[in-house]
Nanobody, 120 residues
Framework: VQLQACGGGLVQAGGSLRLSCAAS?????MGWFRQAPGREREFVAA????????YYRDSVKGRFTMSRDNAKNTVYLQMNSLKPEDTAVYYC?????????????????WGQGTLVTVSS
């Protein structure tokens, strides 16, 4: 499976961005991770295959929303009320698991990343 992420950019604090991740085929659990300079990659959000379940890291709850369109093999991450600490390269990933996972090793394929920069 190949993943193509897009939608990153430069935005002021309090602004919004929507990331997209298109897959070359059918996917199961999908996740978004991010990596800021000098920091380890961290989990952001995940969604089940049916979209019935989502899970978010605490710091983005209430601000980020993950969704998917299985007809288009695409997942989205709507990011509102962005903060400078959200600045990072955002990666989408797919897992063969049927239940949501938050650890990066549980994901099999990764997109190339898209840079989100939030200015203060």
């Amino acid at each position: 499976v190949q993943l193509q992420a897009c939608g990153g950019g430069l935005v002021q604090a309090g602004g919004s961005l929507r990331l997209s991740c298109a897959a070359s085929g059918r996917t199961y659990v999908m996740g978004w991770f991010r990596q800021a300079p000098g920091r380890e990659r961290e989990f952001v959000a995940a969604i089940s295959m049916s979209a019935s379940n989502t899970y978010y890291r605490d710091s983005v709850k209430g601000r980020f929303t993950m969704s998917r369109d299985n007809a288009k093999n695409t997942v989205y991450l709507q990011m509102n009320s962005l903060k400078p600490e959200d600045t990072a390269v955002y990666y989408c990933a797919t897992s063969s698991l049927l239940t949501i996972a938050v650890r990066a090793p549980m994901y099999d394929y990764w997109g190339q990343g898209t840079l989100v920069t939030v200015s203060s």
